[in-house]
């Protein structure tokens, strides 16, 4: 069973990713600040003591951050798509 910690973290962490790609819309540092946030936010949480061990975490983190990333790179790319015609 997920722990719910995880579970509500790992959904911010989507969300916020999603919103970095989609304001940034380069995907280097894109993908450089949200990498840095998802390892800083799993580090954070095992020292203060939110979670076990790091490696599950940064796990649902990192998958977290990839989906958003990803959907909101594609949602900026479709909206210049369409501003554009």
Known sequence: MIDLFALFSGLAILCVSALIAFTLRRLVPAVLVITALTVLAAVAAVDFGLFAALTP???????G?????????????????????
Do not use: H, Q, S
């Open 57 to 63: 975490l940064l796990v649902i983190y990192g998958n």
């Open 65 to 85: 951050a990839l989906m958003g990333g990803v959907g909101g790179a594609l949602y900026a790319r479709k909206l210049a798509e369409e501003r554009a015609r």
